[in-house]
């Protein structure tokens, strides 16, 4: 019943007129049945509802179960065929512009690092950032680390860092709205990535705040994998 009231209130206005139209010719037939037929009457109108109209109705009534099970089954399908689709390209959309994003903190600390070579002995031109990758990031992030440490008292080293960070602050607040379609966690990794490249810019601690937002980077490469979005 309350399947059959919420097809009548969705339907649209024609067919709830024709819904009405059927409401009163049905209830005019019935009218006429009881005219035709009573109990003085051959066959009697007991006999008549019996033999001929509870049928009719309980074969109508079966029907219209079977027909609305039916309907039903079908929108209910085709809910969640449209759910799973919007889903799917809403996965879609955020693995885009988590790999967008990705991107950009993958040439920031190729531009911090290029021509150094790293503790390990390599370089960090091998360096993809892939997300599907992410023990071999995290693992590149914590060498990058311990370079920077190496590299502390390198006066080359802190003016390259100065003026890659001077450039990539303002790209990388230009791509905040683009962090707006991932997760909270994905923008507060964003946007502390944002703030320490300004702390850095200040020449205030910038060692420990290299430090700091290679820390941040690593943050937001696992909330990519918890979140699914490694693809």
């Known amino acids: 019943m309350k399947a059959v009231l919420s097809h009548l209130v969705n339907a649209s206005r024609l067919m709830q007129n024709v819904y009405i139209t059927i409401f009163f010719v049905a209830v005019f037939v019935l009218r006429i049945t009881?005219?035709?037929?009573?109990?003085?009457?051959?066959?009697?109108?007991?006999?008549?509802?019996?033999?001929?109209?509870?049928?009719?109705?309980?074969?109508m009534l079966i029907e219209l179960v079977f027909?609305?099970?039916?309907?039903?089954?079908?929108?209910?399908?085709?809910?969640?065929?449209?759910?799973?689709?919007?889903?799917?390209?809403?996965?879609?959309?955020?693995?885009?512009?988590?790999?967008?994003?990705?991107?950009?903190?993958?040439?920031?600390?190729?531009?911090?690092?290029?021509?150094?070579?790293?503790?390990?002995?390599?370089?960090i031109?091998?360096?993809l950032f892939h997300a599907v990758e992410h023990s071999k990031n995290q693992h590149m992030l914590v060498i990058l680390k311990q370079t920077?440490?190496?590299e502390?008292?390198?006066?080359?080293?802190?003016?390259?860092?100065?003026?890659?960070?001077?450039l990539e602050l303002q790209l990388i607040l230009s791509l905040t709205p683009i962090c707006s379609g991932l997760s909270e966690r994905h923008v507060k990794a964003w946007m502390s990535?944002?703030?320490?490249?300004?702390?850095?810019?200040t020449k205030n601690n910038t060692i420990q705040n290299?430090?700091?937002?290679?820390?941040?980077?690593?943050?937001?490469?696992?909330?990519?994998?918890?979140?699914?979005?490694?693809?």
């Open 125 to 127: 031109s091998t360096f």
């Open 34 to 59: 009881f005219d035709i037929y009573s109990d003085n009457t051959e066959p009697t109108l007991n006999s008549y509802i019996s033999g001929n109209l509870l049928p009719e109705i309980t074969g």
């Open 67 to 123: 027909i609305l099970f039916v309907v039903e089954a079908i929108q209910s399908a085709e809910k969640n065929r449209k759910q799973k689709a919007e889903q799917e390209e809403s996965h879609r959309k955020q693995v885009m512009l988590e790999r967008r994003l990705r991107a950009q903190l993958r040439f920031l600390l190729r531009r911090i690092f290029e021509d150094i070579d790293l503790i390990d002995g390599s370089t």
């Open 152 to 166: 502390a008292n390198s006066e080359s080293f802190k003016e390259n860092l100065l003026e890659v960070c001077q």
């Open 210 to 231: 290299t430090e700091k937002l290679i820390s941040w980077i690593a943050f937001f490469d696992k909330q990519t994998v918890s979140q699914g979005l490694a693809e």
């Open 193 to 201: 990535i944002a703030h320490y490249l300004q702390q850095i810019n």
């Open 148 to 150: 920077l440490d190496e």
